[in-house]
């Protein structure tokens, strides 16, 4: 009986030793399904003051489920700044680590959200990544928002240090760059006038954009040639006008080129002196912009009121006299401080002064409403 049962037991281990080694090379940890990963682009900045490039590396031992990618459109090197880009897991709380090399990194950016850095003693970075549910790439952009009702206002910094993409290369595009803001600003000043803002907010009808161009390649942005914004977000993201008012390297408008994004169809081209009508998500007129014969540009309202913006001498690179109805024209132009992170805006004899973190763009002027006190509150 001891015999057998001994017999059985050799037999069992020889059966035995086999299928444990096969089951120790099955389980090789497979790599996170890139289904259920997201794109994020980590932005590092040297201390504030410094000129120093804060390159870094990813540790990939700290989150084994994450990759590195090396895309030029998103990845970027510059004296500015080291933009990394990696596919991490969706929704989950993960603390990555980083080499400084050979420069210094102080600051870490996620779209426009400063992360909190820890040292090592051996100079090694830590973060702690939220958990992001999609893409978060727009670390990349460098540019300054402003929300105001019914309105975002986006300036892009024209920064040469950081050119990259279309303008990479040959001449820089600060004629283009300058009439671009100064469009931006009095196109807000024209919709403040027509009291566009007010009308889309007590509609619910979306919002509208405020923009210019990129000229550091951002997320793969190209944003070329150099043009201006003005589009209705519609509501409940079912599609949006998005229209491109490209600007010539003397300043002044040529055409519009004019899409719907979501939607089925073709780009259509609106030449100087043709109207483009935006229309909100029930098909109704909001507003309608016309590039005149001379390259300036009449803004619209839903009822016919209108403004021209007509360019400063030879062209919107040296301001914008804004003419609404009947009133006086007022003369808008904008200066861009980047060295030290100020926007002056001067609208006839109003000025605006607009500051910035130098590094990263984002506002610092506190643009919130100012508090009430409670008991001066009237219930609604």
Known sequence: MRRA??????????ASGPAVAAADEATTVAPWPDEDRVTVLIKFLPAPGTDTRAQVTFVAESCGACTQLHDPAFERF????SILQLRVPRSRFLTLAFRPAPGDAARAFVNDQELALTRAADGTL????????EDAVWAGAFATEITETGVTLRLEHGDPVRRAGAYAEGRFPEVERRAADNLTFAQREAIRRLR???YVAREGIGQIMLMGFDTNFPAAHTDAPPHVHMHLRWANNIGTQISHFYLTPDGLLSHNRAGIRGLPGPAQTYSRGTPFATVDRLGRLAYTHTITPEGALVLAGPTGEACLLAPVGSGFHLGVDLSCGGAAPVRISVTDDM???IVTVRTGPLTETLRYDRQSGILLTDSGPISTPPSTINPR
């Open 5 to 14: 049962v001994w017999a059985a037991a050799l037999v069992l281990a020889a």
């Open 78 to 81: 510059n004296p500015r700044e």
């Open 126 to 133: 830590t973060l702690e990544l939220p958990p992001l549910a």
């Open 196 to 198: 566009l803002g007010d």
């Open 339 to 341: 060295a030290r992170g």
